[in-house]
Antibody, heavy 116, light 112 residues
């Protein structure tokens, strides 16, 4: 069974940093493209970033370019999102998802709250 | 960026009646491989999104056959042939052809 477990969220002050993790199991992680998608409270879904199987290609939504970095560790079946210079607009539930053209499996989400 | 426009944004449906959601993209979603990467997701209250349909009309495993997707190019539709209580939630279309990936605003489906 495919399982994605998101973690690392929390309360952080504006300008602060946070690193999200996604632990994958039940599929060949090293052969899967992966993505992060977020959802602000009461709002719709917003794609954030994606990464190729080997990490050689990464894509970001404009609003996080230069601040967020997506990465992966295929030896540990893990996906990461390093988030720096956080603002209130980054407050959201962050989901990892398997795939980047048709994300088919999603984690449960981890909540990031940016507030002083 | 490709803009995905859904309509209606909310839908109140009688149990057992059909429902239809439209999704229009600002550019063609045909990829260089010839496929069209248009997905539909269901998000029930308090749950993570669940993919229902991929590549316009392919239903995911375990998705009831009352859900169907159709369309081409820039114009797509999700249909529920007979709405059931468990279909309550928000439905999103998403394009996976162009960067950045983009979602529609979401359509909230409730029971009348």
């Amino acid at each position: 069974e495919v399982q994605l477990v998101d973690s690392g969220g929390g309360l952080v002050q504006p300008g602060g940093s946070l690193r999200l993790s996604c632990a994958a199991s039940g599929f060949t992680f090293s052969s899967s493209r992966m993505s992060w998608v977020r959802q602000a409270p009461g709002k719709g879904l917003e794609w954030v970033a994606s990464i190729k199987e080997d990490g050689s290609q990464k894509y970001y939504v404009d609003s996080v370019k230069g601040r967020f970095t997506i990465s992966r560790d295929n030896t540990k079946n893990s996906l990461f999102l390093q988030m720096n210079s956080l603002t209130a607009e980054d407050t959201a539930l962050y989901y990892c998802a398997r795939g980047w053209m048709q994300p088919g499996s999603w984690g449960q989400g981890t909540l990031v709250t940016v507030s002083s | 960026d490709v803009v995905m426009t859904q309509s209606p944004l909310s839908l109140s449906v009688t149990l057992g009646q059909p429902a239809s959601i439209s999704c229009r993209s600002s550019q063609s979603l045909v990829f260089s491989d010839g496929d069209t990467y248009l997905n539909w997701f269901q998000q029930r209250p308090g749950q993570s999104p669940r993919r229902l349909i991929y590549k316009v009309s392919n239903r995911d495993s375990g998705v009831p056959d009352r859900f169907s997707g159709s369309g081409s190019g820039t114009d797509f539709t999700l249909k529920i042939s007979r709405v059931e209580a468990e279909d309550v939630g928000v439905y999103y279309c998403m394009q996976g052809t162009h960067w950045p990936r983009t979602f529609g605003q979401g359509t909230k489906v409730e029971i009348k």
